[in-house]
DNA sequence: CTTTGTGTATTGATTCTATAATACACATAT
DNA sequence: ATATGTGTATTATAGAATCAATACACAAAG
């Protein structure tokens, strides 16, 4: 369920926190839903039950999941506005076209790119 | 000339980093010309030197910049190919494709939403 | 040679990240 | 009641990452 790389500079709970936002805002994972347990999860990606129980503090302080003792931790019924599949869009997009200018391209350049990255995707499916 | 943001979870120096590489690829910086000194950038973003002399050090490591004692940094006169832009472009798009699709989106909205922020860009200047 | 401009080696303090081993609080099914 | 399933608080440890302060080495201009 989960992409983790504890390669990355970015940390592991982050990554882990960054990827349950975007599976809600997507709808991956629907309110209510339950989420896979910690030592679940911790078997699988052999690391640390209570770096998973971080991220998962973390996201239910973010009103993006909800806890109930001895229960399976589950998907926020009312999430919060910021995490809106549209905010979390926006967010990468601002990001990526920042880095196009910097790296030079103009905006017809930049959709160019982005056509050909996913006519690429396709070849390998 | 950089833009950084010591809030975010990326650390200061990597945020040079990144900037300098995608300034380098898009001939912002030319090879040879002179990066901005560690004292003026740190004055300039209230940080401390060393950190700037830290992202520099990496930098030069990489094959980026050339360093002569007492004179400024230069950019080097022939950056390594991992660096083009259309390396670092596709790094950056293959991010932001797999974003999308965790966020649920066709390729037809992704490409929608870029527009529709480019154009958004657009209307603020 | 002195001044002013480079970048940086060194050291230290602090914080972050991840791990580990327990022990606990609660729910559910048997 | 018991066994098994949740998540979590606690404490401890280890290592890495981050940033800061000082002192130094070199270059160029006066």
New binding site residues.
Partial sequence: MFILN?AL?T????QIQDQVRRLIAGGQLLPGGA??????LAEIH??????I??A??LL?AEGLLA???????TVAEHPPPHILASHQLQTILRDTIAAARQLGLSDAELIAALHAELNQDKDHE
């Fill in positions: 504890p500079p940390p592991i709970y982050r989420l896979p347990s910690v030592r679940e052999a690391i640390n039950p209570m770096t129980s971080k998962y503090s239910e806890r109930q003792r001895g229960k399976p931790m």
